[in-house]
Nanobody, 125 residues
Framework: QIQLAESGGGLVHPGGSLTLTCAAA????????IGWFRQAPGKEREAVAS????????YYSESVKGRFTVSRDDAKNLVILQLTRLAPEDAAVYHC??????????????????WGQGTEVTVSS
């Protein structure tokens, strides 16, 4: 197993932006499919965005499509999630997770076998 760590969460006003990062020590993230999931109080954990290692294909949930962007910064060994036009319903703890190189079902929680501790995003006026 690898150890993943998220950072970048915080308090933002509606309409604002945040950049979350997923990092790993002693592992090269470019060789793994990385997914972002979030869980808000009283709600099930949901897939938000993922990026496949084998071909760079991405997945976005319908609720975030066009507002969030997942990408890699291989020079810094990071996977980045850019959140824009944030709304109160985006408030949650955001986790990154690892899946195999060729994972097909990028949205499926069951594909991911290693999870970070999470970083909290709060959206409030």
């Amino acid at each position: 197993q690898i150890q993943l760590a998220e950072s970048g969460g915080g308090l933002v006003h509606p309409g604002g932006s945040l950049t979350l990062t997923c990092a790993a020590a002693s592992a090269t993230l470019k060789f793994y499919t990385i997914g972002w999931f979030r869980q808000a109080p009283g709600k099930e954990r949901e897939a938000v965005a993922s990026i496949r290692s084998s071909d760079g294909a991405t997945y976005y949930s319908e609720s975030v499509k066009g507002r969030f962007t997942v990408s890699r910064d291989d020079a810094k060994n990071l996977v980045i999630l850019q959140l824009t036009r944030l709304a109160p319903e985006d408030a949650a703890v955001y986790h990154c997770a690892r899946a195999p190189w060729r994972t097909q079902r990028l949205w499926a929680e069951s594909e991911y076998d290693s999870w970070g501790q999470g970083t909290e995003v709060t959206v409030s006026s």
